[in-house]
């Protein structure tokens, strides 16, 4: 049972533009939610959090919506720049030590 | 700077080998985690540590085994390789009070059975 969904395997996005990046969830009991960002050949580095009582946050160009009532979060980059090529990972914490990952994005921006 | 040192990138092995993977933090956390990461599938639990000798099966246990003697070394062991074992695996670490959960990953350990 797949608890959090990132249903795109990929999106490409010109520089300069929005990216959206989508993911659904199935449990309510997730505390937080979050983004984490993955180059190639390199381990995943947190990217942005949101509270599960919040409906968004914003950091920079990074801003991560939550609609409860929908069971889903996006992740917006404005404006999208070519270095933020790289998998985004949604994930949802349960507290304690457990985190359920998406299964990714490719986001390609392209300059 | 924090870190998370993975200690081989790449390995190679033959089916039945045994498989040491070796991580270290320099932060300081209670919690370290072993997770393995497949195209389509995310990042899955293998084991975690919330103190020294103290493990717990994740998601997928099954094939592998932990280890942790000190609390900034955890390690992962293979006992006998098999092909459905390759696979990325990332060590992380955490603070046991920190709220949102967030991890601090490893550059990752690209483990090729043959």
């Known amino acids: 049972d797949q608890q959090v969904k990132q249903n795109s395997p990929s999106l490409s996005v010109q520089e300069g533009r929005i990216s959206i990046l989508n993911c659904d969830y199935t449990?309510?009991?997730?505390?937080?939610f979050l983004w984490y960002k993955k180059y190639p050949a390199e381990g995943p580095t947190f990217l942005i959090s949101?509270?599960?009582?919040?409906d968004k946050n914003e950091d920079g160009r990074f801003t991560v919506f939550l609609n409860k009532s929908a069971k889903h979060l996006s992740l917006h980059i404005v404006p999208s720049q070519p270095g933020d090529s790289a998998v985004y990972f949604c994930?949802?914490?349960?507290?304690?030590?457990?985190?359920?990952f998406g299964a990714g994005t490719r986001l390609f921006v392209k300059a | 700077d924090v870190k998370v040192t993975q200690s081989s990138r790449y390995l190679v092995k033959r089916t039945g080998e045994k498989v040491f993977l070796e991580c270290v933090q320099d932060?300081?956390?209670?919690?370290m985690f072993w997770y393995r990461q497949d195209p389509g599938l995310g990042l899955r639990l293998i084991y975690f540590?919330?103190?020294?000798?103290?493990?717990e099966k994740g998601d997928i246990p099954e094939g592998y085994s932990v280890s942790r003697e000190k609390k900034e070394r955890f390690s992962l062991i293979l006992e006998s390789a098999s092909t459905n074992q390759t696979s990325m695996y990332l060590c992380?670490?955490?603070?046991?009070?920190?709220?949102?959960?967030?991890?601090?990953f490893g550059e990752g350990s690209r483990l090729t059975v043959l």
């Open positions: 992380a670490s955490s603070f046991t009070n920190r709220e949102t959960g967030e991890l601090f």
């Open positions: 449990n309510s009991m997730f505390d937080y």
């Open positions: 949101i509270s599960s009582i919040k």
């Open positions: 994930a949802g914490y349960l507290g304690g030590f457990k985190t359920i």
């Open positions: 932060m300081d956390h209670e919690n």
């Open positions: 540590s919330y103190d020294v000798k103290m493990k």
